[in-house]
């Protein structure tokens, strides 16, 4: 289950607050290790690493969730 995790990442990443967007970034990584094929999870941690200059890891992530879900709207993030 991630949904804890995962509502607590969301709570921190409206912020623009370093120590915010760490906590959102961690949050999102436990959520990862639980759930690695959830697409939520994968976009949402793409979204914070973009935030927080980690480019290639958002790829990674984004690439990842595209050859679960191929979905339109993920490729869109992409172009962030």
């Avoid at 290639?56 to 990842?64: K, P, R």
Wanted: charged fraction near 15%; aromatic fraction near 10%.
């Amino acid at each position: 289950e991630v949904r804890a995790d995962f509502m607590l990442g969301v709570l921190y990443s409206t912020s623009n607050q370093n120590k915010n967007m760490t906590r959102a970034v961690q949050y999102y990584q436990t959520c990862y290790k639980r759930a690695p094929t959830n697409v939520a999870v994968l976009n949402n941690l793409a979204l914070m690493y973009v935030k927080t200059g980690d480019f290639n890891g958002a790829l990674q992530l984004w690439t990842q969730a595209m050859a679960i879900v191929p979905d339109q709207r993920i490729c869109h993030n992409i172009g962030k």
